[in-house]
């Protein structure tokens, strides 16, 4: 399974840009990116996934260069509600045959 | 209204007990999991299943057992020979592919004293 390295925490002020950047040097051919939220005793909720280039949803981009050794969360014009847990994945989400690892997270910390 | 139920939120149990974590999903998915989780740290992966009447292991499936006679039912047990069982499990389910994210329960935090 590809590993994922991730900043273990970031500060940011209301209405900032945030990037979340992931590094994944061993990504395969076949696996997606996919990034996760948490918030204390709760469940991981889905933000977003992508395969190359640019992905872009309501909530989120993820930006994810051509050598796709590494990808970057961005969230626009954050909120309080923002501070939380993000989550880096890579695998095979593609096919299913494989599980994913949540590794510890990069923890956002969104002051006023 | 669909989702995953895990009940009940809090658990406390005596140790040297064996005790089940009762998850189930209604949104028809293939795929079910089992996470652990400490505190401050991430999700460990336990056991999962792709289909009814399969199950894989995790990372960290000693001490731990499952069956998955149902699509809709993953129960997740804790054995007494799971040395350190205090801690957060959150069950997961998904569709498949292409649009394969997973879909979290609320999650039961497990206490043994």
């Known amino acids: 399974l590809a590993k994922t390295t991730q900043p273990i925490s970031m500060d940011s002020y209301e209405g900032q840009e945030v990037n979340i950047t992931c590094s994944h040097n061993?990504?395969?051919?076949?696996?997606?990116i996919t990034w996760y939220q948490q918030f204390p005793s709760q469940g991981p909720r889905f933000i977003i996934q992508?395969?190359?280039t640019k992905v872009t949803n309501e909530v989120a981009s993820l930006f994810i260069p051509a050598d796709r050794k590494s990808s970057t969360l961005s969230l626009p014009r954050v909120s309080l509600s923002d501070t939380a847990v993000y989550y880096c994945?890579?695998?095979?989400?593609?096919?299913?045959?494989?599980?994913?690892?949540f590794g510890s997270g990069t923890r956002l910390q969104v002051q006023p | 209204d669909g989702g995953i139920t895990q009940s009940p939120k809090y658990l406390f149990r005596k140790e040297g007990q064996n005790v089940t974590l009762s998850c189930e999903q209604n949104?028809?998915?293939?795929?079910m999991y089992w996470y652990r989780q400490d505190p401050g740290q991430g999700l460990r992966l336990i056991y999962y299943?792709?289909?009814?009447?399969?199950?894989q292991k995790g990372d960290i499936a000693e001490g731990y057992s499952v069956s998955r006679e149902k699509k809709e039912s993953f129960p997740l047990t804790v054995t007494s020979a799971q040395k350190n069982p205090t801690a957060f499990y959150l069950c997961?389910?998904?569709?498949?592919?292409?649009?394969?994210?997973?879909?979290f329960g609320p999650g039961t935090r497990l206490t043994v004293t």
């Open positions: 997961a389910s998904r569709r498949g592919p292409p649009l394969s994210e997973q879909y």
């Open positions: 061993n990504i395969a051919t076949n696996d997606y």
């Open positions: 992508g395969y190359k």
């Open positions: 994945l890579v695998g095979d989400e593609g096919t299913g045959r494989r599980a994913l690892t």
């Open positions: 949104l028809n998915h293939d795929a």
């Open positions: 299943s792709q289909i009814v009447n399969d199950f």
